[in-house]
């Protein structure tokens, strides 16, 4: 295979993947203003801090509305992460490899861009809000069971499996490290809605309902960070992204450094213990994290796409 139909498969996903998490972000956010009494709702300002878009936001937008945010992360072109970007990215990334990918797999990821740009306008409303990004995660869901069903799982999906799992790993740790913190007004008593804000992190990635049902256990910093951190069952958890990706890795040539890369990692969280985290501590963890998926995603570009 070569090296650049490989990296557009690896690219794919990822954009996939970034265009489905910023969509489950707006929902919950969205959901979470209604939760939380007006005086303390966290407002919008921690959806721009997860996608990494601060300087680019304030230098188009004063203030952070909900339609301003919502608009940028939705359909604002000069934002490269915006879900109408990602999702024309990938589009861009499929189509010059249209002979190696599922036929029904191009038409569904181009009926979902054209239907996505369309109707943007009804992301933004608040009433239409709901149904516009639900519909969007269902074909990006139904995009990946169609890969996972006609797909070869040769060395090109082994690319398109990693591409995910290291950007669900990323947003992963971006979401507890926004989330996580005390988002609430200066001299606001938090404990009353940490239950509402953890919550809110869970549902941000479709885990609550898993949470409560593997981990009987009450919602709170210590259960929430050990299942979204440790966990190897739930699809989204950094640990069973990481084992998926190790996995991947040793389907490909040459990877003995890769999967190094990617069980160090692993062996970093199997010993963590979130109950000796306080914030600046989880904070500083993430950072770690995150420089170091930073590093695998160039071990991995520098072996397969741009090898010298």
Known sequence: MLSRVAQNIYWLARY??????TARLIIVSTHLQLDLPKAVRPGWTPLIAITGGDELYQNHYRGYSEADV?????NDERNPAS????LKYARENARTMRDFLPRDGWELLNETYRRARSDAYQGIMQRSRYAYLSQLIQS??????????TMTHDAGYACLRIGRNLERA???TRIIDVRSGSQLPDGTEWEPYEGVQWISVLRSMGAYQMFRRQTQQAVGWSSVLKFLFKDRQFPRAFAFCLSELAYELQALPN???QVAQAEELLERISQLD???LDPNGLHQLVDDLQLDLGLLHQAISQRYFTYQ
Not at 16 to 21: G, I, S, T, V
């Open 16 to 21: 996939l993947e970034r265009a489905e998490n």
């Open 70 to 74: 919502v608009r940028f992360l939705i």
């Open 83 to 86: 879900i109408l970007n990602s």
């Open 140 to 149: 990006i869901q139904a995009l990946t069971g169609l890969f996972s069903g």
């Open 170 to 172: 990323d947003m992963t």
């Open 255 to 257: 990877s003995e450094e």
């Open 274 to 276: 979130p109950e000796q």
